[in-house]
């Protein structure tokens, strides 16, 4: 790489981002260590020997791994500042295996997982965690299933849902600004509590870049979407400003 490119990147927004996140998790520390102790890791691994990998099946995401996954979900807890907010109504959208959901009540909250039941091993950590989930499959311009109440958080993470097909390529076929459209609607007028907040935080694509396209970072900001590295933070009334800090306890 050249030195002009590595100094780019050093000094790219999204370093710049990455360093105020570690900056503002180090100000409000949280023990993985501790929430690790909770967990019986060993029947963890019993549930995979149970429901093992599907042949091809990628493991990268070795949902058993319980130290890893729940480093990851202590990030996204600082992130929401939900180890030091009042009391939320959390519905998570893809919930998986139900790791972030289990630390939202550690930590006070009333969670509700969403997910289509297509992963048995999922169906067992689900259980295993004692997470409330509701199982439906999110599809393109139609509306959730109604869930009866108003939530202050809607979240989805590393989501999946707007990816419909692969091309021959291997790329996915997205949602389309349409499809979005019809969704984040559909969030903001049926499942936001006035004040509420929907984040969306995507992987990266296949060859390395960020799902923020110019076009969807475009989309998304003419939504009222804050960007902040591959997270899309929406508040329920589009003209406000939405914000990662929350009212303390
Ligand atoms: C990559 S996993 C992420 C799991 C979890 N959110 C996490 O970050 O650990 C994607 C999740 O989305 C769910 N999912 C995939 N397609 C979906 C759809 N159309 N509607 C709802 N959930 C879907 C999968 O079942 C899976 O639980």
Same mark, same amino acid.
């Given at each position: 790489? &050249?030195?002009?490119?590595?100094?780019?990147?050093?000094?790219?927004? +999204? %370093?710049?981002?990455?360093?105020?996140?570690? %900056?503002? &998790?180090?100000?409000?520390?949280?023990?993985?260590?501790?929430?690790?102790?909770?967990?019986?890791?060993?029947?963890?691994?019993?549930?995979?020997?149970?429901?093992?990998?599907?042949?091809?099946?990628?493991?990268? !995401?070795?949902?058993? +791994?319980? %130290?890893?996954?729940?480093?990851?979900?202590?990030?996204?807890?600082?992130?929401?500042?939900?180890?030091?907010?009042?009391?939320?109504?959390?519905? +998570?959208?893809?919930?998986?295996?139900?790791?972030?959901?289990?630390?939202?009540?550690?930590?006070?909250?009333?969670?509700?997982?969403?997910?289509?039941?297509?992963?048995?091993?999922?169906?067992?950590?689900?259980?295993?965690?004692?997470? &409330?989930?509701?199982?439906?499959?999110? !599809?393109?311009?139609?509306?959730?299933?109604?869930?009866?109440?108003?939530?202050?958080?809607?979240?989805?993470?590393?989501?999946?849902?707007?990816?419909?097909a692969r091309?021959?390529?291997?790329?996915?076929?997205?949602?389309?600004?349409?499809?979005?459209?019809?969704?984040? !609607?559909?969030?903001?007028?049926?499942?936001?509590?006035?004040?509420?907040?929907?984040?969306?935080?995507? !992987?990266? &694509?296949? +060859?390395?870049?960020? /799902?923020?396209?110019p076009e969807?970072?475009?989309? /998304?900001?003419?939504?009222? %979407?804050?960007?902040?590295?591959?997270?899309?933070?929406?508040?329920?009334?589009?003209?406000?400003?939405?914000?990662?800090?929350?009212?303390?306890?």
């Amino acid at each position: 790489m &050249r030195l002009s490119r590595k100094f780019q990147k050093l000094f790219s927004r +999204d %370093a710049a981002q990455s360093l105020w996140e570690h %900056a503002c &998790r180090w100000t409000h520390p949280v023990s993985a260590r501790r929430i690790l102790a909770t967990i019986d890791r060993t029947e963890l691994e019993r549930l995979r020997e149970q429901y093992p990998y599907r042949p091809n099946a990628r493991k990268i !995401n070795a949902y058993e +791994d319980a %130290a890893y996954w729940i480093d990851v979900n202590v990030k996204r807890v600082q992130d929401l500042w939900l180890d030091r907010s009042r009391p939320l109504r959390i519905l +998570d959208l893809g919930s998986g295996p139900g790791y972030f959901l289990y630390l939202c009540r550690l930590f006070g909250h009333e969670g509700l997982g969403l997910d289509p039941d297509d992963e048995p091993f999922f169906r067992g950590t689900t259980r295993f965690f004692d997470v &409330r989930r509701v199982i439906a499959r999110i !599809n393109p311009q139609a509306p959730l299933p109604d869930l009866g109440k108003k939530f202050d958080l809607v979240t989805g993470h590393r989501v999946c849902f707007h990816r419909i097909a692969r091309h021959e390529n291997g790329e996915w076929i997205e949602w389309s600004p349409a499809d979005w459209e019809f969704f984040i !609607n559909d969030i903001r007028t049926r499942f936001l509590k006035p004040g509420g907040r929907l984040l969306l935080e995507f !992987n990266r &694509r296949q +060859d390395g870049s960020s /799902f923020f396209t110019p076009e969807l970072r475009d989309y /998304f900001l003419s939504k009222g %979407a804050r960007i902040f590295r591959w997270k899309a933070l929406l508040a329920a009334d589009p003209k406000q400003r939405p914000r990662f800090k929350q009212t303390k306890r």
